[in-house]
């Protein structure tokens, strides 16, 4: 096998099983749940080192590509296609062999979503080159993982014919839906059964062949989108227009369902999608009691439960297959047996309007992040943090005056034409009106305090001259 394989991450959902962490304006593949990095980092690190890779691409959110370009910084040849609304996987996948294609046609391209856990990665990279050699046969690849129980949450892959290329390779007799309990065991008991993990390789001709031949108005909406749309900021985003008359539908339904071409690589790879707070408690480090603590929290008399806390201290007394979560706004309680069952709770707060539902208190942007400290009646206090040679961008407002203390750092302010350059424990005021945009001219973080004061404290208290790329006459 010569082909070269591009590795193509795909970021999407809310993740809100694991809310109060994974938010809207946040979700899981950003948080570190499962190690030291987050889960998407951990995607695409856990590649390194494997020959025959091309650039990784990245299919994400227009909302959430600062974060990507942010946490995968060290990948300098790094692509990232912004989706302008979501389609789920098929027309992201479709975008991406389309994206390929212009320069590399014959090329393979690694599937991955960015939000599962891999604890064996030898075992993974050694499979992906097994996939790789049935791909270069024509095949359409999945990764089939061989299941430790009768698990719900998973669809499953019979596994038909073998295939000569590769020793254990198996063409695929047919997808099964999420079974019951009782259905699941029935499975394990027969053999040749597989999770589906969602995960695959592709030849990319072959698979924009089988597309259109399955789901031509995916192919039709999702792959123009890509030389209609438009470069900005080292971002390609597709074109709006065409990509949102795509479907939205998964590969498997469009493709994998579909073709007479599909395979599966069976493999044991220590692999989860980390669905819900249960299977992260199953991943942590327990202690003599089965309890697994993230962050400052203390445990008495606690058994088989998971505590972890962003925000204040946690102190569980007495639990039992407990799990409790807390960030700096929000607190999770329940049972093991019930926690499945949070994005129910996350879409009753939604309808309530509760900005916990969708939103942290710290905002990323594109100089840094801006995060609430406390918010009353006509007022407001956050901690801006703004990257070195980064710069807000320039505005005022009609509503609303602003106090700025630089706590560290220096900052260069721009107020109505003049400017200052202020140093910690040096203030500012700006008033109502007053043309201004903070700047940091130094080498080291500027961390500044905001405090807003008026009658109106929301985003859309905001005439911008700039945004925050310095580009001109944009008005939120």
């Given at each position: 096998?010569?082909?070269?394989?591009?590795?193509?991450?795909?970021?999407?959902?809310?993740?809100?099983?694991?809310?109060?962490?994974?938010?809207?304006?946040?979700?899981?593949?950003?948080?570190?749940?499962?190690?030291?990095?987050?889960?998407?980092?951990?995607?695409?690190?856990?590649?390194?080192?494997?020959?025959?890779?091309?650039?990784?691409?990245?299919?994400?959110?227009?909302?959430?590509?600062?974060?990507?370009?942010?946490?995968?910084?060290?990948?300098?040849?790094?692509?990232?296609l912004a989706e302008p609304v979501r389609r789920n996987t098929a027309p992201a996948v479709v975008a991406s062999a389309a994206f390929i294609q212009r320069f590399a046609p014959d090329a393979l391209m690694l599937v991955l979503p960015a939000d599962h856990v891999i604890t064996k990665p030898e075992a993974f990279q050694?499979?992906?080159?097994?996939?790789?050699?049935?791909?270069?046969?024509?095949?359409?690849?999945?990764?089939?993982?061989?299941?430790?129980?009768?698990?719900?949450?998973?669809?499953?892959?019979?596994?038909?014919?073998?295939?000569?290329?590769?020793?254990?390779?198996?063409?695929?007799?047919?997808?099964?839906?999420?079974?019951?309990?009782?259905?699941?065991?029935?499975?394990?008991?027969?053999?040749?059964?597989?999770?589906?993990?969602?995960?695959?390789?592709?030849?990319?001709?072959?698979?924009?062949?089988?597309?259109?031949?399955?789901?031509?108005?995916?192919?039709?909406?999702?792959?123009?989108?890509?030389?209609?749309?438009?470069?900005?900021?080292?971002?390609?985003?597709?074109?709006?227009?065409?990509?949102?008359?795509?479907?939205?539908?998964?590969?498997?339904?469009?493709?994998?369902?579909?073709?007479?071409?599909?395979?599966?690589?069976?493999?044991?790879?220590?692999?989860?999608?980390?669905?819900?707070?249960?299977?992260?408690?199953?991943?942590?480090?327990?202690?003599?009691?089965?309890?697994?603590?993230?962050?400052?929290?203390?445990?008495?008399?606690?058994?088989?439960?998971?505590?972890?806390?962003?925000?204040?201290?946690?102190?569980?007394?007495?639990?039992?297959?407990?799990?409790?979560?807390?960030?700096?706004?929000?607190?999770?309680?329940?049972?093991?047996?019930?926690?499945?069952?949070?994005?129910?709770?996350?879409?009753?707060?939604?309808?309530?309007?509760?900005?916990?539902?969708?939103?942290?208190?710290?905002?990323?942007?594109?100089?840094?992040?801006?995060?609430?400290?406390?918010?009353?009646?006509?007022?407001?206090?956050?901690?801006?943090?703004?990257?070195?040679?980064?710069?807000?961008?320039?505005?005022?407002?009609?509503?609303?005056?602003?106090?700025?203390?630089?706590?560290?750092?220096?900052?260069?302010?721009?107020?109505?034409?003049?400017?200052?350059?202020?140093?910690?424990?040096?203030?500012?005021?700006?008033?109502?009106?007053?043309?201004?945009?903070?700047?940091?001219?130094?080498?080291?973080?500027?961390?500044?305090?905001?405090?807003?004061?008026?009658?109106?404290?929301?985003?859309?208290?905001?005439?911008?001259?700039?945004?925050?790329?310095?580009?001109?006459?944009?008005?939120?």
């Open positions: 096998m010569s082909r070269t394989i591009y590795p193509v991450i795909l970021v999407g959902g809310r993740g809100a099983r694991l809310w109060p962490m994974s938010r809207e304006s946040l979700p899981k593949v950003f948080q570190n749940l499962a190690t030291d990095q987050s889960l998407l980092q951990d995607t695409a690190t856990r590649l390194r080192g494997m020959k025959q890779l091309g650039a990784p691409i990245v299919v994400c959110n227009h909302e959430h590509t600062l974060l990507v370009a942010e946490q995968l910084s060290a990948f300098r040849d790094l692509t990232i050694r499979a992906i080159e097994q996939a790789a050699v049935v791909a270069d046969t024509g095949r359409l690849v999945t990764f089939g993982i061989e299941p430790t129980e009768p698990e719900t949450e998973y669809g499953y892959i019979k596994a038909g014919a073998s295939i000569p290329e590769v020793d254990d390779a198996r063409e695929i007799a047919r997808f099964v839906e999420k079974p019951d309990r009782a259905r699941a065991q029935a499975l394990l008991a027969e053999g040749d059964h597989y999770w589906n993990s969602g995960m695959f390789v592709f030849p990319v001709r072959a698979f924009l062949d089988e597309v259109r031949t399955h789901a031509s108005d995916v192919v039709a909406a999702a792959a123009p989108a890509v030389p209609l749309g438009a470069e900005l900021g080292g971002i390609h985003h597709l074109d709006e227009k065409t990509f949102a008359r795509a479907p939205s539908i998964s590969v498997d339904y469009a493709v994998m369902e579909q073709t007479t071409r599909s395979a599966t690589v069976p493999c044991a790879i220590g692999w989860s999608d980390v669905g819900n707070w249960q299977a992260i408690w199953e991943l942590g480090s327990k202690d003599t009691d089965g309890n697994v603590l993230v962050g400052d929290a203390v445990s008495q008399e606690n058994s088989n439960s998971f505590l972890r806390s962003d925000g204040p201290l946690v102190v569980g007394i007495g639990l039992e297959d407990t799990i409790v979560v807390a960030t700096p706004d929000a607190v999770l309680v329940g049972a093991q047996r019930e926690i499945k069952t949070v994005n129910r709770a996350v879409d009753r707060l939604l309808a309530e309007k509760r900005r916990q539902a969708e939103r942290h208190l710290r905002a990323h942007r594109p100089w840094g992040y801006c995060e609430t400290i406390q918010r009353g009646p006509r007022f407001q206090v956050q901690r801006l943090r703004i990257n070195p040679g980064a710069r807000l961008s320039l505005q005022k407002h009609y509503h609303r005056a602003e106090h700025w203390v630089i706590v560290e750092g220096s900052g260069l302010v721009t107020r109505d034409g003049e400017e200052m350059l202020l140093s910690e424990n040096e203030a500012t005021y700006i008033p109502l009106g007053t043309l201004h945009r903070i700047a940091n001219p130094g080498n080291v973080p500027l961390t500044l305090i905001e405090t807003q004061y008026g009658s109106y404290l929301d985003e859309d208290d905001v005439v911008r001259i700039e945004d925050d790329y310095g580009r001109a006459d944009i008005a939120d």
